[in-house]
Structures are given as C-alpha cells and as structure tokens.
C-alpha cells in the first residue's frame, strides 16, 4: 500500500516556540517506516517577532498555505505585548476563527511513574461563543457605572462540541483496548463524558448547553458511553480530590478555560501538558505553555508538550497507532526519569529529552 503523505505546517511563533517546534518535526521524521506515513513540511510565520517585522502578527499567506497545502499544524507559543500596541492581536485566536477550529481539547496525564494512581483526563472546551463573543458595555447609572456582558450559547455549538467530546471518548476507549492487548495497564475499561454547566442558576444559556449536549450524547453511536453531567463548582471540587474519576470532561468556553488551566496543575510542569485546536476538517496541536522568556535561548525548554500535542495532532487526521507511539515513548521517558528538563528537576536539555523520546519510538 502506498505510504499516506501529510503535510504539516510549522507555525513556531517566539521564544520557546522555536526550541521546541524542531523537536514536534524531529519526531514525526523518526516514526517507523512500518506505519506506513510520510510527512512534508511548510514553515510559516506568525507571532510578535513576525508584527514588529511585517505590521501583521497572522499573515495572510500563513492561513492562505493552511487552507490549501496542509493537513494539520504545529504552533508552538507567541509572546504578548505587556501594553496595548494597536493592531497587534493574537494570531491564534484569529486562526481558530479563520479555520473554525471549533474546539479546544487538553488532555491532562500522569504516567506511573509519578507515583499515586494515574490521572488520564481530556478536557473539551467550546471555542467559540459563551462569554467569549466579547460584546460588553458599560452604562453610567445614577449609582455609579454598570457593566454587562452576553453569555452566548446556541444549540449548534454546543451539540457539535459534545459530538466531539464522544467520539473522542471512544478513541480513547480504542488507544486503552490496544494498549490492554499488548499487556498494559488500563485504568477504565468504558468511555465516560462529563458534561459541565451551571444550569441550576443559568437556566436558559447553561441550561441549553446542556440540553444540546445531552442529545448530542444519546446518538447510537455512543450507545456504549457513560453521559453523566456536574455543575461546574462541584467539579472543581472533585476534579482537584479525584481527578482519576474522569475521562472526557466537555464544558462551555469559560468553564472550559478555567479547568483546563486547572487541571494542567495537576501534573507538575506547564511543559508536559499538550492542546489541540480541532475543528471539522483540521487540527493544529500546540503546546499549552507560552513563549517563557525566562528561559528562552538556553536550551533548557522541556519539549514534551509539544511532543504530545504533534501525538494529539496525529489523532484528529486518524493516525492513532502513530500517536500511541510517541504517547508511550514519552512515558517511558518521563518514568524511567533519566532525561529529564530542569522544570522537572532535572538537568537535561531539549536536544537531550528529545534525543531519549527518540531512542524509545
Ligand atoms: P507568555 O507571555 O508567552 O505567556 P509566560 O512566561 O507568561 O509567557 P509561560 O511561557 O507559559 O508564560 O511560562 C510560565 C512559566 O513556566 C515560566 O517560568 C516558564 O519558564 C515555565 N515554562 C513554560 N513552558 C515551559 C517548558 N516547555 N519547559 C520549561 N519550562 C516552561
């Protein structure tokens, strides 16, 4: 059979970004031949680096190549102004927009060798409305002044995220049956949706994600998926005292961001936790963290994020035995703890850690 050839585009964006988006293109160069998949590449720019040179923190030929050339994306991190420059806005949220990438998806992981019993959790957050659609006012009343703000949530959205949130519950269900054939521990052995909201006080907005979410969830197709549903404040609560409880948590955009960041605490460093921005037709990965000047330039960038979120890139174009190998060859890494970056307390370099993940694919 012949070999499926992706194209990938490269958005290193500033600061660590281009440390450890090399390392994302290392990887996919090093995957087994067996699979069966070859990769072509396409630099773009984007970013705080490519405004101050341009006058456009997204160029047009970036989205313009993303549309027609590429498959997926890699974006690794983009440093903000600290005060308002004018037309300077962040080139990822205008890339969500321009592709429709409707979703947010992190997965939050321990391995084993963390010690306690492992967290494997995915967070699903709507990306495109709630409170996010940034249409605020401000009123003077003769008692001082008044803000609003709309909290938007329609029935399209919402039920699209929570299809997505299912079907990524029974690929995760899938990773887990292979991984338990060739003799792995498993934790779960059904897929589980979280459904996230506040209805108990936002009866219509909250109240409709829910809704949407939960006949989404009823389709046949996710027959064999546990649907369960928190408010939003209890799950806090139990995401922190139980976080091995849950499998796919799918929430609305704030409730969403807030647990994501959350969550990612659950795991030590900003450096091993991964993201994808997903849409119908395309997923960029890209590392949680930010562009972290305070190490930019050393060498020292932990890449496992980054090398995740290329694993989690490699899910949404339906390359699952692809990622499940870097996903085990990262743990393997992080358990055995030999190579491991400063953020983790170790002493290893990028070049070093990624030179171990190498070896282990
Ligand atoms: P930005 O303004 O781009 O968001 P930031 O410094 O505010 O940058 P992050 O870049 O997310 O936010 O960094 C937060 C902290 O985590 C910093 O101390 C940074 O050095 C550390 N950090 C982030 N990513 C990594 C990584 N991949 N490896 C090691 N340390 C990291």
Excluded at 177 to 184: F, P
Aim: proline residues 5%.
């Amino acid at each position: 059979m012949a070999a499926r050839t992706l194209r990938i585009g490269l958005i290193p964006g500033d600061g660590i970004g281009r440390e450890v988006i090399p390392a994302g293109r290392r990887i996919l160069e090093a995957l087994p031949a067996s699979l069966n998949l070859k990769f072509s590449f396409v630099d773009l720019d984007a970013g705080w680096d490519t405004f101050k040179r341009t006058g456009t923190a997204l160029p047009e030929k970036t989205v313009e190549t993303l549309k027609k050339e590429c498959d997926g994306a890699l974006f690794g991190a983009v440093s903000s102004p600290t005060t308002k420059v004018a037309g300077y806005s962040s080139p990822i949220v205008a890339l969500r927009k321009r592709l429709d990438l409707y979703a947010n998806v992190r997965p939050v992981k321990t391995t084993a060798g963390a010690g306690g019993s492992p967290i494997d959790l995915v967070i699903v957050r709507e990306n495109t409305e709630d409170l996010y659609v940034k249409e605020e006012r401000t009123t003077d009343t003769p008692n001082g002044k008044v803000a609003e703000a709309v909290k938007r949530i329609s029935e399209r959205a919402s039920s699209r995220i929570a299809t997505m949130a299912g079907e990524i519950a029974l690929r995760r269900q899938k990773i887990r049956d292979v991984a338990a054939a060739s003799g792995a521990a498993v934790t779960r052995s059904k897929p589980m949706v979280t459904i996230t909201h506040k209805s108990n006080v936002l009866s219509q907005t909250d109240g409709l994600f829910r809704e949407a979410s939960r006949q989404a969830l009823a389709a046949q197709k996710f027959a064999n998926v546990e649907v369960e549903e928190q408010i939003v404040d209890s799950m806090v609560y139990k995401l922190f005292r139980q976080p091995q409880y849950y499998d796919v948590i799918v929430a609305p955009n704030l409730y969403g961001d807030i647990l994501s960041d959350g969550a990612a605490a659950l795991v030590g460093s900003l450096g091993l936790v991964p993201s994808a921005n997903v849409g119908d037709s395309f997923a960029i990965g890209e590392p949680c963290h930010g562009s972290a000047p305070d190490i930019e330039g050393k060498g020292i960038a932990n890449p496992i994020a980054t090398l995740r979120s290329v694993a989690l890139m490699l899910e949404f174009l339906g390359e699952e035995p692809a990622a499940a190998k870097i996903y085990a060859a990262v743990d393997a890494n992080l358990d055995e703890g030999k190579f491991l970056s400063p953020d983790l307390g170790g002493k290893a370099t990028t070049q070093e850690v990624l030179e171990d993940v190498l070896k282990r694919l």
